[in-house]
């Protein structure tokens, strides 16, 4: 559901513009930062002290349907206050990412997770490594999902996380191993259904060459099907034995 309220425009004046003509121009325009080529987005969330509605612009850093806010403010040494913002009301945000703005719910990153994220938002923007070095605070992130479940989210955690350099080798290796395991595995079965076929083609002919008739109800198929369940036939006097009287 939109946001409803009143609405306060962003103080920077080429922010304001920005925000204006993406928003207008349904994000077909002014939406990438500057001139550097770079795509943003619009994020709307509430004041937590005035209850106003804000927007402003951010580097767009997504996947799989999450976003990743990152609170850098150029390295100064406080937290942006649009971050203390989300965190206040994190079910009153909403994403700008082309057309039409939708609603989101945003969530503080740490962790593993954190770092992951990181990493994706400093090879859209190379710009955020150099404005960690300027302060002594950690740039905290933010990230923003629309219909994702939790089952999803941690599927694509766990993902990312194996793949990941900072994934430790012990884990990436028994997922590889794992991996083997399964297609070892899948050969054994293939090779197991060829051996019984083989033992049933040479079954097969150590009758015709005992001479025995497989239709025959007392010693035919039946001997031919106990043979295949033992094992490979050990001889064809085994296999086929002499007919005699039931018991």
């Known amino acids: 559901m939109p946001l409803t309220g009143e609405y306060e425009p962003n103080p920077v004046?080429?922010?304001?513009?920005?925000?204006?003509?993406?928003?207008?121009?349904?994000?077909?325009?002014a939406n990438t930062l500057r001139d550097t080529g770079i795509p943003i987005i619009l994020i709307t969330c509430r004041g937590r002290t005035?209850?106003?509605l804000r927007t402003f612009a951010l580097m767009r850093v997504?996947?799989?349907?999450?976003?990743a806010l990152v609170a850098s403010k150029g390295g100064a040494p406080e937290h942006p206050v649009w971050y203390h913002n989300l965190l206040a009301a994190p079910d009153e945000v909403m994403i700008q990412d082309g057309p039409e703005p939708f609603d989101v719910r945003v969530r503080e990153l740490d962790g593993a997770e954190r770092a992951l994220w990181w990493d994706r938002s400093v090879?859209?923007?190379?710009?955020?490594?150099?404005?960690?070095?300027?302060?002594?605070?950690?740039?905290?992130?933010?990230?923003?999902?629309?219909?994702?479940?939790?089952?999803?989210?941690?599927?694509?955690?766990l993902r990312d996380n194996v793949s990941s350099p900072r994934t430790p080798s012990a884990i990436r290796s028994a997922a590889a191993?794992?991996?083997?395991?399964?297609?070892?595995?899948?050969?054994?079965?293939?090779?197991?259904?060829v051996t019984v076929e083989a033992r049933g083609a040479v079954l097969f002919l150590q009758f015709a060459h005992a001479g025995r008739d497989l239709t025959d109800p007392g010693?035919?198929?039946?001997?031919?099907?106990?043979?295949?369940?033992?094992?490979?036939?050990?001889?064809?006097?085994?296999?086929?034995p002499t007919p005699g009287p039931d018991p």
């Open 177 to 193: 191993a794992a991996s083997w395991m399964l297609r070892a595995i899948s050969l054994m079965v293939s090779f197991c259904s």
């Open 62 to 67: 997504e996947h799989d349907g999450e976003y």
């Open 219 to 240: 010693h035919g198929l039946v001997h031919l099907a106990a043979d295949l369940g033992q094992g490979w036939p050990r001889s064809p006097a085994h296999s086929c």
């Open 13 to 29: 004046g080429w922010v304001r513009e920005q925000v204006e003509r993406y928003q207008a121009s349904g994000g077909a325009e």
């Open 50 to 52: 005035s209850g106003k």
């Open 123 to 157: 090879a859209v923007y190379p710009a955020y490594a150099e404005y960690q070095t300027k302060t002594d605070r950690q740039i905290p992130g933010v990230a923003g999902h629309q219909g994702l479940t939790w089952r999803n989210r941690r599927r694509n955690q």
